[in-house]
């Protein structure tokens, strides 16, 4: 019993020992606890600050940034205006150089035109006086031409009709005389007189149709020849055949001469 | 004199069973306090480093960047309106 009770009487102060040494123990521990704690808190407080400064920083960041953004938005506005200002300045610039430089040219338009148009009243006066002096001149060359014509025409017309005027005589005598004429009854010389003189009324008409130019006229003096041609030969019982081919002749040589006259009147009016 | 040797025995296990008792809720106590500390300080770290991290989201590396392009941008603006 003794010897028990020492044992517990050592166990429970064994015990108790060791619980007084466990406490000190935790309570050192506690301590080295609440020391790292206080760092701990004091390391959140200083992470804690360091954020609320990093906030605050961020907030001016955020100022001074949109005040730059502000700020470059007025700036880009102030450059469009400027920017616009100038084109237009430039563009009035440039409508003011084209508006002088139109006017400048259109005066030297006016003067060239001004200048073309007396070269051109120059030029036409020179033509206009040319033109006289070649109207004259060939006024002139034309009349003489014509006076040279008229002459040669004159000559050549007169020398025709004076041939036919013969020609025509002489076959008037020929047809007419002694010899041709075969007379078949005695009334006939009457007649034969009368007809001699148609053929010399008509000759002579003709003659002065075809001189006149007067080709209807001298178309009726002609036919009224070849009937008188006619009858002589039928009163001759056809002793007379060459009368009909001279009257004949008569027209158309008549004939020619009209055409002639007419072409030289129609080249030379 | 066994007695008195009992008797003492006796005082001196009630003594140890009495104080040890006593400590060993002290020391409960204790333990409590340090876990519960121990989570406190691991919690506050665990802020710290929420803390930290959340510095990094506000972006004040980009408002960094983006300031010094705007300044960049504003004297390239300023050297062009005096160009015009």
């Known amino acids: 019993m003794d010897t028990l009770l020492k044992l517990l009487a050592v166990l429970t102060l064994i015990w108790g020992g060791w619980m007084y040494f466990k406490n000190a123990d935790c309570d050192t521990e506690l301590k080295k606890i609440h020391n790292e704690l206080k760092v701990a808190e004091q390391e959140f407080s200083d992470a804690q600050a360091a954020y609320d400064a990093e906030v605050k920083k961020r907030e001016a960041l955020d100022g001074e940034v949109n005040a730059l953004k502000e700020n470059n938005q007025e700036l880009k506005k102030e450059i469009a205006l400027k920017t616009r200002e100038k084109r237009e300045r430039a563009i009035q610039e440039r409508r003011e150089r084209l508006e002088a430089e139109r006017k400048a040219r259109a005066e030297e338009l006016e003067k060239e035109r001004e200048h073309r148009i007396a070269l051109l009243d120059r030029e036409e006066q020179l033509e206009k006086e040319e033109k006289e002096r070649d109207e004259a001149s060939r006024k002139e060359e034309e009349d003489q031409m014509a006076a040279e014509r008229s002459e040669r025409e004159k000559e050549w017309k007169d020398k025709r009709l004076q041939k036919m005027i013969e020609r025509s005589e002489r076959a008037m005598e020929r047809h007419l005389s002694s010899s041709a004429y075969v007379p078949g009854d005695v009334n006939d010389y009457g007649q034969i007189e009368k007809l001699k003189q148609n053929w010399t009324t008509f000759v002579q008409a003709g003659i002065d149709a075809a001189k006149k130019g007067d080709s209807k006229r001298f178309e009726t003096f002609g036919r009224k020849l070849l009937n008188v041609a006619r009858s002589l030969n039928r009163i001759s019982k056809g002793q007379n055949a060459d009368c009909i081919k001279d009257a004949t002749d008569f027209l158309s040589e008549g004939r020619e001469i009209l055409k002639a006259k007419k072409q030289l009147s129609k080249d030379n009016p | ?84």
């Open chain 2, 1 to 84: 004199m066994d007695k008195f040797i009992n008797i003492g025995l006796i005082v001196v296990i009630i003594a140890s069973i009495f104080g040890g008792r006593y400590y060993y809720s002290q020391n409960l106590n204790l333990e409590s306090s340090i876990e519960n500390t121990q989570k406190k300080i691991e919690r506050l770290r665990k802020e710290i480093t929420a803390t930290k991290s959340k510095v990094n989201t506000l972006g004040i590396r980009q408002l960094n960047n983006e300031k010094s392009r705007l300044e960049k941008q504003q004297e390239q603006l300023k050297k062009q309106l005096e160009s015009i």
